[in-house]
Nanobody, 119 residues
């Protein structure tokens, strides 16, 4: 089992910045992937950014160049730095982790943190 604890959401004006944090109860090196998804009202949950165990990153087109995913191995924490925020970035952001053992995998989610960008 993996617990994910998020922090850092809030209200910001368009053009502003926020940094989300996600602390995991297990070593980052024991996880095959970590990252962030988001869900806006009335929409499906969508990928924002993910990172695999060797640090390769994948970003949604809508956030490329504005958001940066990073990690602190010593703190078992991943961060999402969000710059140049737009009203359309408003959503609940969920931390995500995947653990793979053999042919089986398990996905874990944080409780979600609200990000609201005002115009």
């Amino acid at each position: 089992q993996v617990q994910l604890v998020e922090s850092g959401g809030g209200l910001v004006q368009a053009g502003g910045s926020l940094r989300l944090s996600c602390a995991t109860s297990r070593s980052i090196f024991s996880l095959n992937a970590m990252g962030w998804y988001r869900q806006a009202p009335g929409k499906q949950r969508e990928l924002v950014a993910t990172m695999n165990s060797v640090g390769a990153k994948n970003y949604a087109d809508s956030v490329t160049g504005r958001f940066t995913l990073s990690r602190d191995n010593a703190k078992n924490t991943v961060y999402l730095q969000m710059n140049s925020l737009k009203p359309e970035d408003t959503a609940v952001y969920y931390c995500y982790a995947r653990s793979v053992t053999g042919w089986e995998w398990s996905d874990y989610w944080g409780q979600g943190t609200q990000v609201t960008v005002s115009s």
